[in-house]
């Protein structure tokens, strides 16, 4: 069976698609929430759209102790409060997958606009945040939270990596790519999530305009990116 994931702040849009369409790949799943109430709810909700899914549902640091790979799905202005709370729980060998965006909505802006972030973008804030050991990727920005939580929906999109180290980006990969209808590329070191996180405002107005829920796919590259 493969190792499960923990993915904090799960019971939210982005995370709970993630959850069921890993659940239903066949991988074991733990759903993080502030409330652990609220994660044995999503737990459920995965549970009963995926039945034959590994559901189960705790606060955010007990769901960060039970995984050597977490996604972090929280909003951009929890992110600083989520990981100052979850930095006694990771360790060593971890690694975050860190999926946040720092758009301007998380301080009463435009989804379509991103605020600067000093240490260049929401991951590299996440790299600074972490114990010393612990791997940080940065991924899913662009893949449509509807869409994943949608199991009747045939995705077919990439998912943009960004991280220093090829083994941890090819671990994200392992993952991601067991949900039918993900590629992973590699977009080079973390800090060119600086890049990467801006396509989700772009996609917002796309999304906006044409009524629709866009991805990216990136063309000529060989079969095994």
Known sequence: MPDRVSIIGGSGALGFGLAVRLGRAGVPVVIGSRDAGRAEEAA????????????????NASAAGRAEL??????????SETLTNLRAHLRPGQLVVD??????A??????TRTIGI??????????????????????????????LGDL????????LLCGDKRAD?????????????LRCVDCGKLEMARLTEQL???????????????????????ERA
């Open 44 to 59: 459920a909700r995965a549970a009963a759209a995926v039945p034959d899914g590994s559901f189960e549902g705790f606060d």
């Open 70 to 79: 977490l996604v972090l799905s929280v909003p951009f202005r929890s992110q």
């Open 99 to 104: 999926a946040s965006v720092p758009l301007a």
């Open 106 to 111: 998380a301080i009463s802006g435009k989804a």
């Open 118 to 147: 000093w240490q260049g973008s929401a991951a590299q804030q996440v790299a600074e945040m972490v114990p010393e050991g612990v791997g940080v990727v940065s991924a899913l920005h662009t893949v449509s939270a509807a869409l």
């Open 152 to 159: 009747d929906h045939a995705l077919d999109e990439d998912v």
């Open 169 to 181: 980006k090819d671990r994200v990969t392992a993952l991601v790519e067991r949900i039918d209808g």
């Open 200 to 222: 989700t405002p772009l996609l917002i107005g796309v999304n906006i305009r044409y009524k629709t829920h866009a991805g990216i796919r990136i063309t000529g590259l060989p």
